[in-house]
Antibody, heavy 115, light 107 residues
Framework: QVQLQQWGAGLLKPSETLSLTCAVY????????WGWIRQPPGKGLEWIGE???????FYNPSLKSRVTISLDTSKTQFSLKLNSVTAADTAVYYC?????????WGQGTLVTVSS | EIVLTQSPGTLSLSPGERATLSCRAS???????LAWYQQKPGQAPRLLIY???SRATGIPDRFSGSWSGTDFTLTISRLEPEDFAVYYC????????FGQGTKLEIK
């Protein structure tokens, strides 16, 4: 059964780059979309973007100028970079696997942006 | 962008009762590409329903999804204590967007 394990820096200063990685255990990249979703404290879910097994990407238009999602097939990992962060980017970030809907989720990483 | 509006914001019910949660889309959702998730405090969301009415693996049959036009409904036939949580709908027809959530609380 596939498991997603994510990690990355939890405290950033404004203008820095958020960087998170999600490792996929027990499965391959084929046939699925691999994405990132975030949730500000006490608020709802926001879709950030996705990548398919061929490296094609889809991003939330509101974040597109700052987001890069990439794939490392040799390590079965995928990554999120969000540059020029502000306090508004403070959230729990989740990685996920799906086919539009998200059937498998990582454990979540709280990223706090504060000076 | 397809906007999803969930109602009510909070639903107060007792165990054993029937829960009806609504998700209205601002425009047609192609192929009924709509999912429902359950989220408990401190946990990642869990997929309940996809394609508007298909239950995800391992989801009890007291959870069901239906639709009429741009109105989607999640029904929990008889509430169990573990069902009290926040529920989100999500469309995946045109990129992806989530509704703002409905909190199901114990009355």
């Amino acid at each position: 059964q596939v498991q997603l394990q994510q990690w990355g820096a939890g405290l950033l200063k404004p203008s820095e780059t958020l960087s998170l990685t999600c490792a996929v255990y027990g499965g391959s990249f084929s046939g699925y979309l691999w994405g990132w979703i975030r949730q500000p404290p006490g608020k709802g879910l926001e879709w950030i973007g996705e990548i398919n097994h061929s490296g094609g990407t889809f991003y939330n238009p509101s974040l597109k100028s700052r987001v890069t999602i990439s794939l490392d097939t040799s390590k079965t990992q995928f990554s999120l970079k969000l540059n020029s962060v502000t306090a508004a980017d403070t959230a729990v970030y989740y990685c996920g696997r799906g086919q539009g809907h998200v059937g498998r989720w990582g454990q979540g990483t709280l990223v706090t942006v504060s000076s | 962008e397809i906007v999803l509006t969930q109602s009510p914001g909070t639903l107060s019910l007792s165990p054993g009762e029937r829960a009806t949660l609504s998700c209205r889309a601002s425009q047609s959702v192609g192929s009924n590409y709509l999912a429902w998730y359950q989220q408990k405090p401190g946990q990642a969301p869990r997929l309940l329903i996809y394609a508007a009415s298909s239950r995800a693996t391992g989801i009890p049959d007291r959870f069901s999804g239906s639709w009429s036009g741009t109105d989607f409904t999640l029904t929990i036939s008889r509430l169990e204590p573990e069902d009290f949580a926040v529920y989100y709908c999500q469309q995946y027809d045109s990129l992806r967007t989530f509704g703002q959530g409905t909190k199901l609380e114990i009355k």
